[in-house]
């Protein structure tokens, strides 16, 4: 445990129906393994000792008294074990028995955790069999000791305080208020199932659905473990379904049928923290018993199970990213149709490049037409090229609107810059800040004075990774009337370009319309989809300094770092609020054999300087609609101060060697 995360574990063991001494052996087999593993919160399913699917043997005397001594047999077990356990048995007390799940902790027993709803229908018939638990948790005594013994026990780590773990026992998660939602508002961040659980057709979506949408309303983590094949067949079937999750997404989940352990590093920190930032999760006061445990402490070295993707703002699965980028875009566009309605904008004016983002943008202002139904000679696509436009982006930043059917104004800059440079007494041969933000500050007014001129809106085309490394020139790109791409990713940014590109030629193709034989230009006819995919193979280049033998000598990844890792710090900054230190332990793992952990350090302490020394960028940018999990909008999404100093989050980084 090191950085908020905890190594846990859902383990399925071999079972015999009632032979407890059998089952005994395996359950110390599986605590074992899991914790060699280095597992620190072990979860074995409902009534593993003896079985779930007894059935009136439950009534046998001689069955719960070997169950007794198995279960002082397997406490003894966890004495040498640095772990929290969590096993189910059937428990005799007072004349009655419980369906119970035992925490155990360094050869203590913590807690008899009891079921509350005890399923009675169909094949089931727990109540035939057993008692309810007490509606509030008392103590008991148990082999001369005075246990917590009730629902809804809270066990927390003396070690990391925001550690606390409740039970549910399977039924418990499937009521109208599951158990867990009164352990979780009590203080709970993780909550264990111990599960006896059967399959029929479609049970697994049902179980991994109900446990998603559960753990994600209660911001905690949730590990179940489900009963396995060694249960009796008379009527049913056990699949061992096992699953780790935590605010909704699952971690790790079990093949379907197969017994054995899953793992996987529940974040505590990341679970506090989105509880502190959502105002409708509130702490209650239900008198719920805090009982303390012990585990040690890693030293943030282990190898982790849980992987992360590179890509956090793209998803993985091919479908899944089709769908994503649909309603980002729709999103984006929907945010522009309503500006403009609501400003009477006639024209929609826009500076094209040739590159990434101006593409994209100047494909959701197409698209935002289209849901206006107006005409496409109303987008205004200005390109002004300048002494580092290349012929390559020249051409793509043309052709690219003239297939859609925008009204393309080319406008070249170089006279009235260099006048700029002579009014302020500035050299053309010096190639500094000034000589490039002098043209993105002549791109802008150009585009705001042909907005005036047309009736129209500017619209802005900076991404969510520029904002964030304040790589724009203020009051030049900076600037915009509305900002359509203000909360997209770079690493985004090509998918939906990929993904709008395919879906116009789709429907231009349909309709027989290629542009209105409009897409001949210098290089030939070619089609929307073949100038995207030369625009997606362009180098990123802000292209301000003059280009050598056709090409440009700028790339932006160059000089501030490659976005895939600016993506990814931003994502875990703002979305989770990790640390720096934590940021680089998992870039290193996720970007291994990509960046080496070196070039993670390096960008990262970039990332921090930047990211605090151009907020003041950020404090006045233009509207724009927020599309993902993180946005830079000071108006709600970023509330940070201009002057903030950087020098704390530095420090985090500073334990951490170069090489």
Known sequence: MNDGFVKVAAVTTDIQVANVEFNTKEICKGIAEATDNGAKIVVLPELVITGYTCGDLFAQELLLRQTKNAFDEITEFTTTVDALIFIGLPFSHEGKLFNVVAALNKGKILGFTTKTYLPNYRDICEMRHFAPGPEVARRIEYRGQQIPFGPNLLFQSHEMEELVVSVEICEDLWAPIPVGVHAALGGATVIVNSSASADTMGKYKERRELMKSHSMRLFSGYIYANAGTGESTTDAVFGGHCLILENGEVLAESEKFENGIIYSELDIFRITTERQKNTTFRLEDFGLWRIPFDVTLDSGNSEMS?????????????????????????????????????????TAVIGVSGGLDSTLALLVVDKAFDLLGKDKKDIIAVIMPCFGTTKRTYENGIALPMLLGATVLDIPIEEVVLQQFKD??????????????????????????????????????????????????????HMSMYGV????????????????????????????????GIGVFQTGERSVKEVIADILDTPISPELLPAKGGETIQRTEDLVGPYQLHDFFLYYMLKYNYSPSKIYRIAVAAFEGTFSPETVLKWLKVFYKRFFSQQFKRTCMPDGPTVGP??????????????????????????????
């Open 630 to 659: 993180v946005s830079l909008s000071p108006r709600g999404s970023l509330r940070m101060p201009s002057d903030a100093c950087v020098d704390l989050w530095l420090r985090d980084l500073e334990n951490i060697p170069e090489s």
């Open 306 to 346: 849980r992987a992360f993707s590179k890509t956090p703002f793209v998803p993985e699965d091919e479908k899944e990213l089709d769908e994503y980028c649909m309603e980002a875009l729709q999103i984006q566009a929907l945010g522009l149709k309503k500006r403009l309605e609501h400003t009477g904008a006639q």
């Open 424 to 477: 302020i007494g500035h050299s053309s041969e010096v190639c500094d800040i000034t000589y490039e933000n002098v043209q993105a500050r002549q791109r802008t007014q150009i585009l705001m004075n042909l907005a005036n001129q047309r009736n129209g809106l500017v619209i802005g085309t900076g991404s969510l990774s520029e904002l964030a490394l304040g790589w724009a020139t203020y009051n030049g790109d």
């Open 485 to 516: 791409n203000c909360s997209v990713p770079k690493t985004l940014v090509r998918h939906l370009i990929k993904y709008q590109g395919n879906a116009i030629e789709k429907k231009q193709r349909e309709e027989g319309d290629l542009g209105g």
